[in-house]
């Protein structure tokens, strides 16, 4: 079988792609529509409709979502079915401005060719034909500023190396998005590989720099595949080459799993091949870094942004966004709401306009957002019409951060969602700082003891107390930073807490020590599936759960057809032993 | 180590080839994982004597980062992601039934050497959630019942 209108089909296989099926779906249309030519593309951003899959025909291109190796798909894509095309919500296409992911999922990443034809490395040349000063110039006019979460001004950053005089100066690309809940890095990397490494050249044209480096985590296979084929495209054509007068390097590191690497200092001593624990600064890294050379440090979305900036003029570029914050930021979000992806968006546009508009999320039921993973904080709904830039998410006691945006709904416990950060940052503090080794760890045990109702008005005031104690007791961001998700938390949702500690009650419903379950009988069908399914034996013969026996795992909730069972609060189930019921 | 020469020149191959700078110490700690499935003590010594470095100093290395294990993995290593997006989608749950479905603690590997489990950070999977990985394939949108069916699967393979 075979389309002879269809000049090219293009299916989204970045990572999100391939975990919705994406791979079956490439090897069936492929053994279907042998003499058709299918590429692999990265990803549009649009990843609530994954796997996605383009047509592109003599008469304009047919998106189509959420499809399956199934017959049913040849048949729309054989017949250019326009009525089961992917709409494109307007609410979503009006409010991004697609700058710095325009090509993701559009072209072949791995492709040279096609990025080129994009016009793809002519920022290169351009900057090449420019002097390295006015190069750096035109990045600060630009009024970039880090997007891995800092925002300090990128062309200042590059004049600080760009003015050292050394043997060797480093440039490192950092690619270790280690923020649980972000993935825009990754989706950058995999999509439109030879963007950032453009953007890297250019800095490297700018500043001096004679090795350049790409720490990436290694639970990003595909990225490092991209990277790796691009950057032998990149020899290839010898775009390397004359660069400083030198034929430049660039060499892609794995990161071993370890969230502090993402600060600078970290990150260097990683590179380095030792365990990777900051240092105090002085010296910064633009005076000793790497092996003791001036180092630099960009994020993967700072050197995307590069070739655009060049390109179109910092003139064009600083036209968007806000006084002090300018571009477009790609944010991932996540979390409760309808369409989760990568989105970009100009800076200054409001939180409002991201959840509500663009993420389809309920306005009836979302508590608030989470910005900035373990580093950030939480903004309530209350400040949704906020325009996010670095300063205003900052006085809001959360941060930009790298760009994870997680949605929290009605039915999360924000207790529990300070919990779970402080798990995750008192197990990757390196140690160094006794603050944030032995503070984060306390930290975490009070917030054990009031989720797990046992918590008292002492580890309230505990957590206020100490917090303030580890940011100003820490060497780096990681620990200046641990205590952000229980202040921001404290701050817009103390009610919560004292809930949880003065009246024994999880509002939320969700810490597993402050609720019951409990079975409708009216609904109850009398299946036994739940009984069967019970790991414990907590569910008797007349389908009355005992609270007792029960440890909250939910299984009967999942296994149960007529969703009879249901979470309740805490004292309201049945226990068969009394004395545990006095709540 | 009366084998060590020759382990240099089986399991440790990989080794010869990079750099003998400390710099590579991690990528080559990476290529014995990727060759072996873990670290062994073995491996400890080997890696030592070829970048010429206390013993103690590379299980300094090896214990900072979460990456490198220290025993033996199961045929099918599975990584619950417990990322952001993933814990507010339950993944704590995923990982409590993952662990009675195959009887084996966070961190574990079942008797016949078949599963492991682990939880990681993120996959980056993130509009998926909550996820899971089996030997690096991903699996989104898991609920209990497409858990429980792709253990089922790998059990039988």
């Known amino acids: 079988m075979n389309a002879p209108d269809i000049k090219m089909i293009k299916i989204g296989t970045a990572s ?61 894509i054989l017949a250019c079915d326009t009525e089961a095309c992917l709409k494109l919500r307007s609410e979503r296409t009006q409010k991004e401005c697609l700058k710095v992911t325009a090509l993701a999922g559009k072209i072949v990443p791995t492709d040279i060719d096609e990025y080129m034809t994009e016009g793809g490395y002519k920022a290169l040349t351009k900057a090449i034909s420019m002097s390295s000063a006015d190069v750096v110039d035109e990045v600060k006019k630009s009024g970039l500023r880090g ?23 480093i440039l490192i690309c950092n690619a270790d998005e280690g923020d649980p809940g972000a993935f825009m890095d990754r989706s950058l990397m995999e999509s439109v590989p030879h963007q950032m490494l453009e953007g890297m050249l250019i800095a490297a044209h700018a500043t001096g720099a004679t090795k350049l480096f790409i720490y990436c985590r290694a639970e990003y296979p595909l990225a490092i595949k ?38 600078e200092t970290a990150l260097i001593a990683s590179l380095e091949g030792k365990r990777g624990t900051p240092r105090y600064r002085p010296p910064f890294p633009t005076d000793k870094g790497w092996s003791g050379y001036p180092t630099m440090i960009n994020n993967v979305e700072t050197f995307a942004n590069i070739p655009i900036i060049i390109a179109e003029g910092a003139e064009a570029y600083a036209s968007l966004g806000t006084e002090k914050s300018k571009g477009t930021k790609l944010f991932a979000l996540a979390g409760d709401l309808e369409y989760p992806g990568l989105v970009e968006v100009p800076m200054g546009i409001t939180l409002a306009e991201i959840v509500f508009d663009i993420g389809g999320a309920d306005r009836n039921n979302v508590k608030a957002v989470q910005t900035g993973g373990p580093s950030g904080g939480c903004i309530p709904v209350e400040h949704f019409d906020v325009a996010v830039d670095y300063d205003s998410l900052g006085a809001l006691g959360a941060i930009m951060g790298s760009g994870g945006l997680i949605v929290i709904g009605k039915n999360r416990c924000m207790v529990e969602t300070a919990r ?60 200046q930073t641990a205590p952000n998700p229980v202040l921001s938390t404290l701050r817009y949702f103390r009610n919560e807490y004292e809930n949880h500690v003065n009246n024994k009650q999880c509002e939320a419903l969700q810490c597993n020590a402050l609720l019951d379950l409990t079975v409708n009988q009216d609904k109850c069908i ?13 569910v ?38 009394a004395e545990v019921n006095c709540g | 180590m009366q ?17 003998k700078e400390k710099s590579y110490l991690i990528k080559g700690l990476q290529s014995v994982q990727k060759h072996a499935g873990f670290i062994s003590d073995d491996a400890i010594k080997a890696v030592a004597g070829y970048f010429s470095m206390p013993e103690a100093e590379v299980e300094g290395v090896v214990s900072f980062y979460a990456q490198f294990k220290r025993t033996q993995p199961g045929k099918y290593q599975i990584s619950v992601c417990d990322g952001t997006a993933c814990h507010i989608k ?24 078949l599963f492991s489990l682990e939880t990681v950070a993120c996959l980056g999977c993130c509009s998926l959630a909550p996820v899971m990985s089996v030997n690096g394939k991903v699996f989104g949108k898991l609920d209990r019942k497409s858990m429980i069916k792709i253990l089922k699967e790998y059990r039988n393979k």
């Open chain 1, 540 to 577: 008797s013969d007349d389908f009355i759960i005992d609270n007792s026996k029960c440890t909250r795992c939910n299984t009967c909730i999942e296994v149960c057809p007529k969703n009879a069972i249901s979470r309740v609060k805490r004292g309201e189930g049945f226990y068969s032993d």
């Open chain 1, 420 to 479: 779970y950060f402080l798990d995750f940052t008192h197990r990757e503090s390196c140690g160094k700082c006794t603050f944030c080794r032995v503070g984060t760890k306390r930290m975490f045990e009070s917030l054990e003891r009031i989720t797990g109702g046992e918590g008292t008005q002492e580890d309230i005031e505990f957590l206020e107390d100490i917090s303030v104690k580890i940011k100003k007791g820490s060497l780096c961001g990681l620990g």
């Open chain 2, 3 to 19: 084998d060590g020469e020759n382990t240099m020149d089986g399991n440790y191959a990989c080794l010869e080839e990079m750099g």
């Open chain 1, 226 to 263: 991209n990277l790796s084929i691009a950057i032998n495209q990149i020899k290839e054509r010898k775009l390397n080459e004359n660069i400083n007068g030198r034929t430049l390097d660039i060499i892609i590191k794995e990161g071993a799993g370890a969230f502090v690497c993402g600060e």
């Open chain 1, 147 to 169: 997007r891995g979460g800092g925002g300090f001004p990128t062309g200042i950053k590059w004049s600080f190396l760009a003015a050292k005089e050394a043997e060797e100066k």
């Open chain 2, 90 to 113: 339950g993944s704590s749950l995923i990982i409590e039934w993952v662990s009675t479905e195959l009887n084996i603690n966070n961190g574990e590997t079942d008797k016949d050497g």
């Open chain 1, 16 to 76: 999100c792609g391939l975990a919705a099926g994406a791979d079956e779906v490439l090897k069936y249309l492929r053994e279907n529509l042998k003499d058709t030519r299918i590429e692999e593309v990265g990803c549009i951003g649009h990843c609530y409709a994954e796997p996605l899959v383009e047509i592109e025909t003599a008469s304009g291109s047919f998106l189509y979502g959420n499809v399956e190796p199934k017959q049913e798909l040849l048949d729309k």
């Open chain 1, 526 to 538: 009398k299946c036994k599936l739940c009984i069967k399914n019970c790991p414990v034996n907590a």
